[in-house]
C-alpha cells in the first residue's frame, strides 16, 4: 500500500444559461404550471426584470428535483482553482509514486441560508480500487463548505490523492460526495493505470 494525501478546491459561478442542462425529465413534469404560465406572461408583456425574477424561480423549481449527479469527471495536470478551467491530462498512466488530481462538476446540491449567505455543506471521500476490485486506499476530505453570497449552480471540485509504490495495473479512483443539505449522495470513476 502507501501513503495517501488529500486536498480539494471548490469552486462555483453562476451560468443562468446552463438551466436546460439540468433537467433530467421534461420541464413540464419539473416546473409548476403557474411559473411557467407566468413566465411566459411576462415574457409577452416585455417585463424583463419580471422575466427573469420567474425564470429563477423556474430554475430554482427544477434544481430541487434535480439528482445530486456528476456531469464530469476528468483527470488533470494540477489541481485547478476556478470553474471549467482544469487542464486535462495527456493520458491516464502513473508511475508508481505520484499523484492523482480529478476535476469534477456536479450538478443537484442544495444550499444552506446562513445570515446573508448561502452555504453548501458536503462531505466527500476518494478510494483507490486495486485490478481485483478492492479498495487499496482511502481518502476522508471531510466538510466541504463554501459560503457565497447567491445559490449558485455551477459546482465543481478537484480531488487530489497521492500514492507510493502500487503495483502495476489498471486501477480506478471513485469518487463519492454526500450533501448534509439536500441528503443526496453521488459517486464517480475515473480510470487509471500504474506503469513503471
Same mark, same amino acid.
Given at each position: 500500500?502507501?501513503?495517501?494525501?488529500?486536498?480539494?478546491?471548490?469552486?462555483?459561478?453562476?451560468?443562468?444559461?446552463?438551466?436546460?442542462?439540468?433537467?433530467?425529465?421534461?420541464?413540464?413534469?419539473?416546473?409548476?404550471?403557474?411559473?411557467?404560465?407566468?413566465?411566459?406572461?411576462?415574457?409577452?408583456?416585455?417585463?424583463?426584470?419580471?422575466a427573469l425574477e420567474a425564470l429563477e424561480l423556474i430554475g430554482a423549481a427544477i434544481?430541487?428535483?434535480?439528482?445530486?449527479?456528476?456531469?464530469?469527471?476528468?483527470?488533470?495536470?494540477?489541481?485547478?482553482?476556478?470553474?471549467?478551467?482544469?487542464?486535462?491530462?495527456?493520458?491516464?498512466? +502513473?508511475?508508481?509514486?505520484?499523484?492523482?488530481?480529478?476535476?469534477?462538476? +456536479?450538478?443537484?446540491?442544495?444550499?444552506?441560508?446562513?445570515?446573508?449567505?448561502?452555504?453548501?455543506?458536503?462531505?466527500?471521500?476518494?478510494? +483507490?480500487?486495486?485490478?481485483?476490485?478492492?479498495?487499496?486506499?482511502?481518502?476522508?476530505?471531510?466538510?466541504?463548505?463554501?459560503?457565497?453570497?447567491?445559490?449558485?449552480?455551477?459546482?465543481?471540485?478537484?480531488?487530489?490523492?497521492?500514492?507510493?509504490?502500487?503495483?502495476?495495473?489498471?486501477?480506478?479512483?471513485r469518487i463519492v460526495i454526500d450533501d448534509a443539505v439536500t441528503g443526496k449522495s453521488?459517486?464517480?470513476?475515473?480510470?487509471?493505470?500504474?506503469?513503471?
Amino acid at each position: 500500500m502507501g501513503r495517501w494525501m488529500c486536498r480539494t478546491g471548490l469552486t462555483l459561478g453562476t451560468a443562468v444559461g446552463a438551466i436546460p442542462l439540468l433537467l433530467s425529465e421534461p420541464v413540464g413534469s419539473q416546473a409548476p404550471d403557474a411559473d411557467i404560465a407566468r413566465l411566459v406572461g411576462v415574457l409577452k408583456g416585455g417585463d424583463n426584470a419580471a422575466a427573469l425574477e420567474a425564470l429563477e424561480l423556474i430554475g430554482a423549481a427544477i434544481w430541487s428535483r434535480t439528482s445530486l449527479a456528476f456531469t464530469r469527471a476528468v483527470l488533470v495536470t494540477e489541481r485547478s482553482s476556478r470553474h471549467r478551467e482544469a487542464r486535462p491530462r495527456d493520458n491516464g498512466v +502513473f508511475p508508481p509514486t505520484g499523484e492523482i488530481n480529478v476535476y469534477t462538476e +456536479f450538478i443537484g446540491y442544495g444550499w444552506r441560508p446562513d445570515g446573508r449567505l448561502f452555504a453548501l455543506d458536503m462531505t466527500g471521500r476518494g478510494e +483507490f480500487i486495486a485490478p481485483g476490485g478492492h479498495v487499496v486506499g482511502t481518502i476522508d476530505y471531510g466538510k466541504l463548505m463554501l459560503k457565497m453570497p447567491s445559490r449558485s449552480r455551477d459546482g465543481s471540485l478537484t480531488f487530489s490523492g497521492a500514492f507510493k509504490d502500487l503495483p502495476e495495473g489498471d486501477y480506478k479512483f471513485r469518487i463519492v460526495i454526500d450533501d448534509a443539505v439536500t441528503g443526496k449522495s453521488t459517486e464517480t470513476s475515473v480510470p487509471f493505470a500504474i506503469r513503471k
